[in-house]
């Protein structure tokens, strides 16, 4: 049985990463640590508390307590970089964009797969 004592989601308030969130949510554990991440581009973090606050609500109709973080920057190495200072077993994010739009602009689920410093689950 998996068992991951952190968990971070990643979480953009998408279909996808709703989808994330209640995937982690099913591979809590007790003694789990769930952290709901939000990334922002520098200037846009007003919106993130709101973001948060729907992944609040989503999860308490759960009965699930989780942790919010908003980081600043690249996605990919923001969720990362959280994961490697948290020391987390895992990261959860959607597939997220359509497939037009991932190779314009390149999926943090991909980046994520290739150089994360622990186990990674792609929601479809």
Known sequence: MFSARIIIVGYDGSESSVRALDRATELATYGSRIVVAHVVVPGS????????????E????????????????APAEQLMELARELNAGLIVVGN???TLERILAGSVSSAIIHHAPCDVLVVR
């Open 58 to 73: 989503h999860l308490e109709h759960r009965h699930v307590i989780s942790e919010r973080r908003v980081l600043t920057g």
């Open 96 to 98: 997220g964009k359509s």
């Open 45 to 56: 973090q007003e919106l993130a508390g709101e973001v948060l606050d729907e992944a609040d």
